[in-house]
């Protein structure tokens, strides 16, 4: 346990973070493009 | 924009049946005891990267052969993404390694040719990153793209090829109970489908900073921004 925990702390937290961080970098975008569409 | 939000939500809901599966479906391995259950999203995160520098790969020879953006955006986006599940597959094989092997790190050929595979693809990113936007650093990209991919196979074989303290093939060779076949190819899938929905993400981010490349504090052009001929 003291070695399986923290690999599946490390997994969530690389692929949760990267997804995230890819839909918030989308949004971003997104947004971005909007505003220029109404200017 | 709501599509790829829904695919994400899939995606993670998969992972979660896999971690049910993983934690409470797979047996305890009689030998390794609950460290073995590193296994599963260890060589799925594996395969999945196999699965994107092979993206990276078609991506660079389409470039190569068309000077199709599309591909090069393919390839940028598949090579973003398998880095990311190799880091994953290397970092929880060392917390594997330590209590069986008892050391995080052993220059093995699979361990040496997967950190290889990891500084080659993190090389191509640097590329795209460092080099002069346009078509020579997509040019240079590809090419590393597609040498890159040698390694690969000699990833994958290396456990056959050579004398290696990493275990051989148990997929294969039959050598997992049933109970852990189940929840190993479950896992797979469910981290194949996450590896796509991440590629599909991150090729619509590098297509909308193609089209729009100073727009919603994107960073000055980096990579390759022209248009197709």
Redesign the interface.
């Known amino acids: ?4 925990v ?3 702390v ?2 969530v937290l ?3 973070g ?2 995230g961080w ?2 918030r ?9 909007a ?2 569409g109404n200017s | ?1 709501t599509s ?2 829904r695919a ?1 939500a899939v ?2 809901a998969l ?1 979660l049946v896999a ?1 049910g599966a993983i934690f409470l479906f797979a047996p305890t391995d009689a030998l390794q005891g ?2 073995q ?2 296994f599963y ?2 060589v799925s ?1 594996a395969i999945a990267a196999y699965g994107c520098f092979g993206v990276v790969l078609i991506g660079g020879a389409v470039y190569l052969r068309n000077q199709s953006a599309a591909a090069d955006r393919l390839a940028r986006a598949g090579a973003l ?1 398998g880095l ?1 599940f190799t ?2 597959t290397l ?2 094989g060392m ?2 390694a ?2 069986i092997w008892g050391t995080f790190w052993t220059w093995d050929a699979r361990l040496t040719s997967t950190l290889v595979l990891w500084i080659i693809y993190a090389g191509y990113l640097l590329v795209r990153r460092l080099a002069e936007p346009g078509r020579q650093a997509a040019r240079i990209a590809a090419v590393v793209g597609i040498f890159g991919f040698i390694d690969v196979p000699i990833v994958h074989f290396s456990v056959t090829w050579w004398r290696t303290q990493h275990p051989g093939p148990v997929i294969i060779n039959d050598a997992l109970p049933p109970q852990m076949l189940a929840t190993f190819l479950l896992t797979m899938a469910c981290t194949l489908v ?1 590896a796509g ?2 590629t599909a ?2 090729y ?2 590098e297509t ?2 193609d089209e ?1 490349p100073l ?4 960073r000055t052009p980096l990579v390759h921004r022209e248009p197709a001929r």
Do not use: C, N
């Not at chain 1, 346990?1 to 399986?4: A, F, H, K």
């Not at chain 2, 727009?215 to 994107?218: K, L, P, R, S, Y």
């Open positions: 346990m003291t070695y399986l923290p690999a599946y490390f997994a690389v692929l949760g990267y997804l890819s839909l970098r989308l949004r971003e975008l997104v947004r971005g493009q505003e220029r | 924009m790829y939000y994400a995606a993670v992972m971690a609950p460290v259950r590193i999203l260890h995160s993404v990311v880091t994953v970092v929880m917390l594997w330590k209590p996450l929905v991440m993400i991150r619509r981010i909308m900073l729009a727009a919603a504090g994107a």
